[in-house]
């Protein structure tokens, strides 16, 4: 009898385990086949991992119509900026415009995979891109979007991006970033101040100091040291913000160039404000002589223009009258 229970017992756990090994082999193949799919599916939904460009410092945006440099002057980070394109021409960029490049992005869908060869890139236009994005974070981090031609036949294209392994074919953005243009992107206010991020502001008239402004830790100061209220600060700064332009020339023909830039090689004013991403300034200058191509009374206008001088801005004497009244400190 006993020989006989044991014998059972026996039998019983040879059994037992041979069916918990069958069990766990098939839970681990389930499992894994669970993975890869949701990887899959993951990869097809966003293959670009935008939970490391939470906070963005710079967008860049090069198509047919140039490049456009978008700069988040929130000293954060912070997505809500407020954005200055600072390239082709310093413009405060519209408030809806980083929102929808970040959101078209995100939103891109994969039909299929290519392998990332010559062949397809030159087959996909992607060796000559329609488009490029380049987004850099606050961390440091940066990447590298590519967009080619879209397929008319079944509306899709195709994208690679940095160190992508492969070719995606994807829907089409909801935007047309191969056609973005300085109207789309920019506000007719020719700065965007955001006093969080300034660090010293300075205005120099006929190559004399006027003013400088310093911040020291959450202080203005003036020169010599005299702290100014911060609500004068932020009602002096709001006062450029609301000086606009009524007209923009973009890089200029030769023509054009050779008198921009002799008006402004000795500029009547000079702004210089520096910021927790670097100094930029920037040249006024009285347009004091006919250019073609432009229908403005000459002497009623000034010239801005940045370092760079790739663009210029034509702006209403009369929005600058502040520059010439003494600042009540």
């Keep these: 009898m006993k020989h006989f229970l044991k014998k059972n017992y026996g039998t019983f756990l040879v059994g037992f385990f041979f069916i918990l090994c069958i069990f766990l082999a098939l839970f681990a193949e389930v499992f894994q086949?669970?993975?890869?799919?949701?990887?899959?599916?993951?990869?097809?939904?966003?293959?670009?991992?935008?939970?490391?460009?939470?906070?963005?410092?710079?967008?860049?945006?090069?198509?047919?119509?140039?490049?456009?440099?978008?700069?988040?002057?929130?000293?954060?980070?912070?997505?809500?900026?407020?954005?200055?394109?600072t390239s082709p021409q310093v413009l405060k960029v519209k408030s809806a415009v980083v929102e929808k490049i970040m959101g078209a992005l995100k939103q891109i869908q994969i039909r299929q995979v290519f392998s990332l060869d010559g062949i397809n890139l030159s087959s996909f236009s992607l060796d000559s891109p329609t488009a490029t994005v380049n987004i850099r974070a606050n961390s440091g981090r940066a990447v590298e979007l590519k967009f080619g031609l879209i397929n008319p036949i079944d509306n899709s294209s195709y994208m690679t991006f940095t160190d992508a392994t492969q070719i995606y074919q994807i829907d089409p953005l909801s935007i047309s970033l191969e056609s973005y243009d300085l109207a789309q992107m920019a506000e007719s206010q020719i700065l965007a101040l955001?006093?969080?991020?300034?660090?010293?502001?300075?205005?120099?008239?006929?190559?004399?100091?006027?003013?400088?402004?310093?911040?020291?830790?959450?202080?203005?100061?003036?020169?010599?040291?005299?702290?100014?209220?911060?609500?004068?600060?932020?009602?002096?700064?709001?006062?450029?913000?609301e000086v606009k332009s009524s007209l923009v020339i973009e890089n200029g023909n030769a023509e054009q160039k050779i008198i921009l830039d002799r008006l402004l090689v000795n500029p009547q004013y000079v702004i210089r404000v520096q910021t927790l991403n670097g100094l930029r300034t920037y040249t006024l200058s009285l347009f004091s002589e006919p250019i073609s191509g432009v229908n403005l009374a000459t002497k009623q206008f000034y010239i801005l223009s940045n370092d760079e001088k790739k663009s210029f801005s034509f702006v209403d004497k009369s929005q600058l009258s502040f520059l010439d009244k003494k600042i009540d400190i």
């Excluded at 669970?34 to 990887?39: G, H, K, L, P, T």
């Excluded at 939904?45 to 935008?50: E, V």
């Excluded at 911040?215 to 709001?238: R, S, V």
């Design 33 to 85: 086949s669970r993975n890869s799919e949701m990887d899959l599916a993951a990869l097809y939904a966003t293959p670009i991992q935008w939970r490391q460009f939470n906070e963005i410092r710079e967008f860049k945006i090069n198509n047919k119509n140039g490049e456009f440099v978008l700069e988040n002057m929130n000293p954060e980070g912070l997505f809500e900026g407020p954005w200055q394109l």
């Design 194 to 241: 955001n006093t969080d991020s300034i660090q010293s502001f300075e205005l120099v008239k006929e190559n004399v100091s006027s003013f400088r402004w310093q911040k020291n830790a959450d202080k203005w100061l003036t020169q010599t040291g005299q702290e100014i209220p911060a609500q004068k600060i932020q009602k002096y700064f709001d006062r450029w913000e």
